[in-house]
């Protein structure tokens, strides 16, 4: 990701994981990273934040551990990300490493990040699935052209890729104070500044299959929960979390991150 979350983001990820849960392990068969191991929840943690820090599908993790909507946790709990033998979903799927197909606009800053010390990490444990599944089949033209709305209608300065340095998402250029609008109707599912390299961020749940992202926000104008409309403003752009201010906007199907400008309208 462009600035903070470009090429620290496994780095911070990792540190992150060890200061709070020490049994997280990165699976190298993923691309984007997942992480398996288990979770010990924090105050200002949801299901949707948990996923969402380590690449999994929140139903997924809510059938593992036997949470029921609306999959209320509480601090101290245990959040395992052990998928069982036999059991696969879309999350847990490795993804193929693709070559680049975006093309990057010209960067005009970049990010020194806080040095970290790299946890020990043990070799992650091999996780074998005894049931075989078929790759989803996707469309030459995977563009849903309905139900999307641009967050922002900045110039983007950073495009989606899952090959060299990861973005999973966009970024796009504003200024401090500017609307940051949902590109979906949904429901508020986490708001608050507890993922690391995120700053300030907004999830919002569309649905069993999408979750969208906006991070880096100066201000939060919604609170889990809430029931949004698209276009409503939730946020306003800020630079939480990078050195310009810029929104980072992400959209995830069934946990698995996907480039935004094949759902968001063309400009």
Same mark, same amino acid.
């Given at each position: 990701m462009f600035y903070a979350l470009r090429s620290v983001a496994l780095s911070i990820t990792l540190f992150l994981c060890a200061c709070?849960?020490?049994?997280?392990?990165?699976?190298?068969?993923?691309?984007?990273?997942?992480?398996?191991? %288990?979770?010990?929840?924090?105050?200002?943690?949801?299901?949707?934040?948990?996923?969402w820090r380590y690449g999994r599908d929140?139903?997924?993790?809510?059938?593992?551990?036997?949470? %029921?909507?609306?999959?209320?946790?509480?601090?101290?709990?245990?959040?395992?990300?052990?998928?069982?033998?036999?059991?696969?979903?879309?999350s847990t799927q490795p993804s193929r490493k693709t070559k680049k197909t975006t093309v990057k606009t010209k960067k005009t800053s970049s990010v020194k990040p806080k040095?970290?010390?790299?946890?020990?990490?043990?070799?992650?444990?091999?996780?074998?699935n005894t049931q075989k599944k078929k790759a989803?089949?996707?469309?030459? =033209?995977?563009?849903?052209?309905?139900?999307w709305g641009w967050p922002h209608h900045g110039p983007i300065i950073d495009t989606f890729s899952i090959a060299g340095d990861i973005n999973k998402g966009v970024d796009i250029a504003?200024?401090?104070?500017?609307?940051?609008?949902?590109?979906?109707?949904g429901e508020v599912v986490y708001a608050g500044?507890?993922?690391?390299?995120?700053?300030?961020?907004?999830?919002?749940?569309?649905g069993d299959e999408y979750i969208s992202a906006y991070a880096?926000?100066?201000?939060?104008?919604?609170? +889990?929960?809430?029931?949004?409309?698209?276009?409503?403003?939730?946020?306003?752009?800020? +630079? =939480?979390?990078?050195?310009?201010?810029?929104?980072?906007?992400?959209?995830r199907k069934n946990g698995n991150p996907v480039d935004p400008l094949k759902y968001l309208p063309k400009r």
């Open positions: 709070t849960s020490p049994s997280i392990y990165r699976d190298p068969a993923f691309n984007p990273p997942v992480y398996w191991g %288990s979770h010990v929840v924090e105050k200002g943690d949801t299901l949707y934040s948990i996923a929140y139903k997924e993790l809510a059938r593992i551990n036997r949470i %029921s909507a609306p999959y209320m946790i509480k601090p101290g709990q245990r959040i395992s990300l052990v998928v069982p033998d036999g059991y696969q979903t879309a040095k970290t010390t790299p946890p020990k990490t043990a070799q992650a444990p091999v996780y074998k989803p089949v996707t469309s030459k =033209t995977d563009r849903i052209v309905t139900g504003g200024k401090i104070g500017d609307p940051v609008l949902a590109a979906a109707s500044n507890g993922l690391l390299g995120y700053g300030k961020l907004v999830i919002l749940s569309h880096h926000n100066s201000k939060i104008l919604v609170k +889990e929960g809430d029931f949004i409309n698209r276009g409503q403003k939730i946020a306003e752009i800020g +630079e =939480t979390g990078t050195n310009r201010p810029m929104l980072h906007f992400e959209i």
